[in-house]
């Protein structure tokens, strides 16, 4: 079965989606939740679930929406305080150079966030082109 007929996937393949607690996502039912037998923790996604969005969306041609999935999957396991602190970075204006280099580098370091990284790296150079890194007086 190719990607692009696994969408979507929680109709046609349910059964190769797990949350992070193992369950697929046929055991995410109404009743399983009245039973109290999902939480919260079963509800998260996976870098697995995100990669087959990813080759679903890369399938169909929406490169750019696969490269977001795929740079999704890296940030899965980065803790929200970080990523909020790295958006808040990457406003324009909030920043220099040096931190969003230093920034692209914990979380490739830290994390194994690759393409993140990249993404801050590359969002680093537009900023320099344009000057709109942080202005120090």
Do not use: C, W
């Not at 190769?16 to 509800?43: E, M, Q, W």
């Not at 969306?57 to 909020?84: G, K």
Request: charged share 25%; aromatic share 8%.
């Amino acid at each position: 079965m190719t990607a692009k007929n696994l969408y979507p996937l929680a109709e046609n393949a349910a059964d190769r989606v797990k949350t992070p607690t193992g369950k697929s996502l046929s055991d995410l039912t109404v009743d399983a939740v009245i039973a109290g037998d999902v939480t919260a923790a079963d509800l998260a996604i996976t870098p697995h679930a995100l990669h087959l969005q990813a080759e679903i969306a890369r399938q169909a041609e929406r490169l750019t929406l696969a490269e977001n999935f795929y740079r999704a999957a890296e940030l899965v396991s980065v803790p929200q305080e970080i990523i909020m602190q790295t958006y808040e970075m990457l406003r324009p204006g909030r920043a220099d150079a040096e931190t969003l280099t230093a920034q692209a580098n914990f979380l490739r370091t830290h994390y194994g966030a690759n393409l993140i990284a990249d993404f801050i790296e590359e969002a680093a150079a537009v900023y320099a082109r344009r000057n709109i890194f942080v202005k120090r007086y």
